[in-house]
Nanobody, 125 residues
């Protein structure tokens, strides 16, 4: 059974770059035809799908975040990463990595997939 674990700093200053890593165990990130996503949930709000990297290294981004989001991977470590540049307090959220979800609406993402436990990131000076 695949397991995902997010890691990264819990506090980021405004205008800096938020960097998170997801370590995957129990399955390879290069296995066809899985997609590996980043999803976030701001306090009191629903889930927002941010983007994904596919088994073949292709990347996909939410149009609203594309200009300052980058997702990459390290296949030797079976990890994929998120970089969100020029953050503001509005980027404060619980950040999740997940396998499979490609769309979120309200408090649900589709398909459900497998998720990490999430990591709180606060943007504050």
């Amino acid at each position: 059974q695949v397991q995902l674990q997010e890691s990264g700093p819990g506090l980021v200053k405004p205008s800096q770059t938020l960097s998170l890593t997801c370590t995957v165990s129990g399955g390879s990130i290069t296995t066809s035809y899985y997609y590996w996503s980043w999803i976030r949930q701001p306090p009191g709000k629903g889930l927002e799908w941010m983007g994904a990297i596919a088994y073949d290294g292709s990347t996909y981004y939410s149009p609203s975040l594309k200009s300052h989001t980058s997702i990459s991977r390290d296949t030797s470590k079976n990890q994929f990463s998120l970089q969100l540049s020029y953050v503001t307090p509005a980027d404060t959220a619980v950040y999740y990595c997940a396998r499979d979800p490609g769309y979120c609406s309200g408090y649900v993402c589709y398909p459900p997939g497998s998720w990490g436990q999430g990591t709180q990131v606060t943007v504050s000076s």
